[in-house]
C-alpha cells in the first residue's frame, strides 16, 4: 500500500516551522540545503500557522507559504500540508468567544494555549471550512505536497451549550425513546430517572458522576463529535482534489477516543512516538512502543505513518534524556518492523523561545549540521533509502490477534471493583502482547465492531474482556466451532455494551466453549502471596486479581497455590468444535504469560521472524520479508546466526558469530 503515487518511498522529515522565521530568509533558504543534507525528503508545514494566514477576520495572506513550498519543492522536499485547526489566532477567540472550549466546571477558556477550541461551534466549523478550502484550491495539486495533515493530535470535550444540545442529539438518535435511555444507564439507581431529554446532561464532576453507562455514552459521543469534525476538514480539501489523501496524528495509549472508529475518517494513521528510552528496562519501554506500533497498524490494516518523533530529547518529560548512540536508528527501526512508512521528527529546527524552545530538533540553535543529532539523523535518512525495496511490500499476515476495545477500556475505568481505579487494561494488554513479541510472532489488534473478521487468525487473546457485545461473543464462539484458538482472562464477558452486568453468569455466552465459569473477582494488595502452579509443576506469581473458577468440563492446567481457592484451576482448556479455549483466572506475572504463550505457540505452530535462540533483550521483528534484529538489552550481545543473511543498513553479509552493540539493530534478508 502506498498512501501517494507523488512519491511512494519511505518519508524522512518533520514538523517544520518557517512561519517563526519568516524575518529571517538566510535561515529559511539554508533549511533547505541543510534538509538535503540530512537526507530528508519530507516535512510537515503549516501546522501552527493560522495566525500568519488569516491576518484578521476574512484577511488572507498565502505568499509566505506560497514561497516555502516552492522553495522546498526546488530543492526535491515532498510537503505533507497541515489544516492549521490545532490552534486559532487571537483575534477569532476574541470577536467569536463560542470557539474557546468550555470545561467540566461550565467556565470558558480563555485565549491561550493550543487543542482547545470547541469541536460544535458553527463558527469555528465555518472558519475552518473556508481555511480548508482556501488551502485547498490553492496547494491541493502542488506537485509538491504530498498528503493533508488535519489539524494536530485532536483531543478533549466541551461542556458548552452546543456540545451538550449535540450530545442530547447523538443519544436520541442512539435510543429513540427515554425509556430507552433510562434503561441503557439503569436510572432507578439513586433516583437518577430522566423524564424529558433536556434534563440529560453531560457527566462530570459539577453534575453526575455515578453512571457508567452515561460515562460510556460520553466518550463513544466525544469521539464522534472530533471524528465528525475531523471529516469536515477532510471532506473540505477533498472537494477540491479528491486524490489527495488525509492522515491526523493519534498519540500513544490514548484513552479519550475510541481511536478505531476515529480511524475510520481518515485515509492514512499517522502518529506521534515518544518513547522514555534510557529510563530502567529498555526492553519494557520497546515492548510498550512495539504494541503502539501495531495497534495503530491495525486501526486501517495497513502500513501507517510515524508522524513525529525526537531526534535526541524531548522537554516536557520531568527528565528529558538524550537518546543514547545507536538508539536514534534503533528506535526509528522499530517503527519500520512494526509497519511505519516514515521517520518523522518534532522538529526540524529549534525556535528560540516559547515552550518548545528546548525541544530536541533536527537543528540546534547553533545552527550546525555536524552535531551528533545531525548525523545521527542522516544516518537514519540514508539507512531508510536502502530499505526501499521493503517500502510496499506486502505486509507480513500475522497469525495472532489482540483484542483491544474503546469501550471496554472505558468500561473498566468507569467499573467500582477489583483494583478500583488502578486495573491497567493497557498495561494488562502489553503483557500478553510482549510474550508474543520476544518470540518474534507477529500480532494484529482488532476491537468488537461488526467489521471484524477473526477467521484469517490461529489465535486470538482476549485480555480482560470485561464489556462483551452479544454478536462479539457470537463471533467467539464461530471463531473456536471452526477450529480456532481462544485464550480469554479474568474479568471477561461481565457486561454488555451499556455496561450492564450479563445475567447468567460470566463470560456472557462462552461458558460451554471456555468449559468454565467465572465466579467472584479476588483483589490482593501487593504484600499478598498467590501463585499458579502448572500441572508440570512450575510456578509462576500471581497478583493483582484472581478469579474463582467453576469447572463446567475444561481441563485444569494449573492451579491456584494459595488462599481458600488454592487447588482450584487457574488456567483451563477446553476443546469446542474443532477448536479450544484457555482460561486464564488471575493475573500471572509476565515469565508465567511467557511459558503460557511458548507452550500455545509450539502448540499451533505460529511462526516465527527467526527459528533460532536469541539473548535476552534482542528482538526478532519480521516485517516485509526482512527481519529486524534489535537489541534493546543495553548491552553488546552475541548472536550465532544459523542462517546466512545480509544486512540492508549497512550491505554487510552476516553469519555465524556476531556481537550486536548496545542499542544495535540490522535489518536482514536471506
Ligand atoms: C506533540 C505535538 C507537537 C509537539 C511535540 C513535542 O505532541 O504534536 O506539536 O508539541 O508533541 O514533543
Ligand atoms: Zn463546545
Redesign the pocket.
Known sequence: MTFTPKFPNFLHGGDYNPDQWLDRPDILDRDVEMMRKAHVNAVSVGIFSWARLEIEDGVYDFTWLDEVIDRLWRGGIHVVLATPSGARPAWMAQKYPEVL??NEQYQRYHFGGRHNH????PVYRRKVHEMDTRLAQRYANHPAVILWHLSNEFSGH??????QEAFRGWLKKRYGTLEALNQAWWTSFWAHRYTDWSQVEAPGPMAETSTNGMYIDWRRFATGQCKDFMMAERDAVQAINPELKVTANLMERFWDYDYFSLAEGMDVVSWDAYPMWHSGDDVARAAEFAMNHDMMRSFKDQPFLLMESTPSQVNWKPVNKLKRSGMHLLSSMQALAHGSQSVMYFQWRKGRGAAEQFHGAVVDHDGRDDTRVFKDVTSVGKALEGLRPLYDKEKSPAQACIIYDWSNWWAIDYAQTGQKGNMQYFDSVNMHYRSLWEMGVNVDFRDERECTDLSRYKLVICPMLFMLKESFAQKLRDFVENGGTLLMTYFSGVVDESGNAWLGGAPHNLIDVLGVRATELDALFPEDKQALRMTDGRSFPIHELCEIPEMHGAEGLGAYEEDFYADLPCLTRNRFGKGQAYYLAAKVEQEGLDAIYADIADELELSRAMNQELPRGVIATERGGAVFLQNYSGKAQQVVFEEKYTDMITGAAVEGEHIMPANGVMVLVK
Do not use: E, I, L, P
Open positions: 472550549r468550555v470547541c469541536f460544535t461551534s466541551c461542556y458548552c451549550d452546543y456540545c
